[in-house]
């Protein structure tokens, strides 16, 4: 592949980041990039096509989800081939953050092409915003394994790290995660956004166990969770902070 004879073409693949929740957040850049692209590519086309038509945005689309994402890729490089121009948006939030996007940026890059980063609302970030002092290392872990043995084995490896890190977990297992962090450390001081930017956002902070048993105690469990671990104990500052 001929990587020189793509750079000279304009196209350009634009990775958007698109709200979490609340659709006020998204951006101006983002709706400009929208509304001027030929072609949106989107982890599911139903999620995107709300969020276009919402803003009386109409544009052709194409799948790009976890599945399918290396094939995916080389229609958006044939679409940048034609010179396309190109936008790439997650579900919500910022792609390649626990969301595809990033084989499909990689891919596009290494095909020769600009790819282009929209920045926009991610879960990780709104949380970290208001979750406090952590230390000066951060860690983004994403989804930890579902299997409780990986799971505890991995909580175990990140809390003895003694650095901040966050998770993202679903209403299902939030309990059983909180459960196993108060397991293994008590003290340490978590933070769990709930629902960011949407109607009912929720942020809890206390002691593993007491936001544990906060959760614990509740009849019924919804939404989307962010889960902050500080680096130190409860109340505790580390000297990196």
């Given at each position: 592949?001929?990587?020189?004879?793509?750079?000279?073409?304009?196209?350009?693949?634009?990775?958007?980041?698109?709200?979490?929740?609340?659709?006020?957040?998204?951006?101006?850049?983002?709706?400009?990039?929208?509304?001027?692209?030929?072609?949106?590519?989107?982890?599911?086309?139903?999620?995107?096509?709300?969020?276009?038509?919402?803003?009386?945005?109409?544009?052709?689309m194409i799948?790009?989800?976890?599945?399918?994402?290396?094939?995916?890729?080389?229609?958006?490089?044939?679409?940048?081939?034609?010179?396309?121009?190109?936008a790439y948006?997650?579900?919500?939030?910022?792609?390649?953050?626990?969301?595809?996007?990033?084989?499909?940026?990689?891919?596009?890059?290494?095909?020769?092409?600009?790819?282009?980063?929209?920045?926009?609302?991610?879960?990780?970030?709104?949380?970290?915003?208001?979750?406090?002092?952590?230390?000066?290392?951060?860690?983004?872990?994403?989804?930890?394994?579902?299997?409780?043995?990986?799971?505890?084995?991995?909580?175990?490896?990140?809390?003895?790290?003694?650095?901040?890190?966050?998770?993202?977990?679903?209403?299902?297992?939030?309990?059983?995660?909180?459960?196993?962090?108060?397991?293994?450390?008590?003290?340490?001081?978590v933070v769990?956004?709930?629902?960011?930017?949407?109607?009912?956002?929720?942020?809890?902070?206390?002691?593993?166990?007491?936001?544990?048993?906060?959760?614990?105690?509740?009849?019924?469990?919804?939404?989307?969770?962010?889960?902050?671990?500080?680096?130190?104990?409860?109340?505790?500052?580390?000297?990196?902070?």
């Amino acid at each position: 592949m001929d990587k020189r004879r793509y750079n000279e073409r304009v196209a350009e693949l634009y990775i958007v980041g698109t709200p979490i929740g609340n659709l006020g957040d998204i951006t101006m850049r983002a709706l400009e990039t929208f509304r001027s692209v030929d072609l949106v590519a989107a982890e599911d086309t139903r999620e995107t096509m709300k969020l276009l038509t919402h803003f009386e945005i109409s544009k052709p689309m194409i799948s790009c989800r976890a599945q399918n994402e290396e094939a995916a890729a080389q229609k958006v490089i044939e679409a940048l081939k034609k010179g396309q121009n190109v936008a790439y948006a997650s579900d919500a939030g910022t792609p390649g953050i626990s969301d595809p996007g990033s084989v499909l940026a990689y891919m596009v890059r290494q095909a020769g092409f600009k790819v282009v980063p929209i920045p926009g609302p991610s879960a990780f970030a709104a949380l970290v915003s208001v979750a406090g002092p952590g230390g000066k290392t951060l860690v983004f872990e994403g989804f930890l394994s579902p299997s409780p043995g990986k799971r505890r084995k991995r909580l175990r490896e990140l809390l003895e790290a003694q650095k901040a890190f966050v998770l993202y977990e679903s209403p299902f297992r939030i309990v059983k995660l909180l459960a196993d962090i108060a397991d293994i450390d008590s003290e340490r001081r978590v933070v769990v956004g709930r629902e960011l930017t949407k109607l009912y956002e929720e942020i809890v902070e206390g002691s593993a166990e007491q936001v544990r048993d906060n959760f614990a105690a509740r009849q019924s469990i919804k939404g989307e969770f962010a889960v902050f671990v500080s680096s130190v104990l409860k109340g505790r500052q580390s000297d990196d902070e």
